[in-house]
């Protein structure tokens, strides 16, 4: 490629979306005006049952399409560096590396038990016409009858149903529906925590560490600047101080520990072991 593409890693609801609009803030970094790719992620594997691609579905045509948006996008935006973040590339970072061998990586892990708390209000969430219009702009034609009738599943399972979420949100593992219909929302959120977890973590212990840059979210809410330089840094940019300062205004550390505050009890009790192994690897309590 023209250009080395900077590839944001996270669990959902982990701060991929923070630190990827301060990143972008940066002089010639850009992104897609949309929140997720994962219908260009997934071309050429739409009907595949969950997103964990592995360097197998990286075949010519796919790697192919996927560059190409990657170089259109550099081209009409006139950008130096492409960042791109879909949560559920975690579950494929092999993949990911099939498609995109140059990428520098940005990874980024936050407490499971806020990411469990901030899931589950995404699952629950009402319908979102204008953000749902945004992403389907980037859905390729082809696919577009497929996606559209699997959306409409997915809502009116919960009309139907009268279940208070969806039957499905973001990232997809093997075993998900088991999970949610044994053990429920919280379970399933935290277990999609832990598996997108797992996963980057095994990717990335094959991936030159030259390449990878860790990010912890309670670190980086409490100390955005240093946070940013040190990316900076990682990407071979010297970025003016003032620069960095004006990248993370926005940013705060108010959702650190929130699930205390939204996370009940039971809650909590369901998704614990879920969590527990992936929660002490990363140094949390």
Known sequence: MSHQPIVIIGAPRSGTNMLRDVVT??????TWPCDEINYI?????????????GPAHA????????????????RARRLDRVVEKTCANSLRVDFVERVLPDARYLYIVRDGR?????????????????????????VPWADLPFYGWRYLLNRLHRVAGRELHLATWGPRFDGMEEILRRDGLAAVCAAQWARCVECSDRSFATIDPARVHAVRYEGFVTHPAEELDRIAAFLGLAADPEVLQGAVADVTDRNVAKWKRKLAAEDL??????????M??????
């Open 25 to 30: 803030r940066l002089p010639g970094f850009g």
């Open 280 to 285: 002490s690897r990363h140094g949390y309590e």
């Open 269 to 278: 009790g369901t998704a614990e072991p879920y969590l527990r192994a992936q």
């Open 114 to 138: 806020d990411a469990t708390a901030s899931a589950m209000g995404r699952w629950c969430a009402p319908l979102d016409l204008p953000y749902l219009v945004r992403k389907a702009r980037f």
């Open 41 to 53: 992620w997934r071309h050429g594997n739409a009907r595949f049952p969950t997103d964990e691609l």
């Open 59 to 74: 075949t010519p045509e796919v790697t192919r399409f996927i560059r190409e948006a990657f170089e259109a996008l550099a």
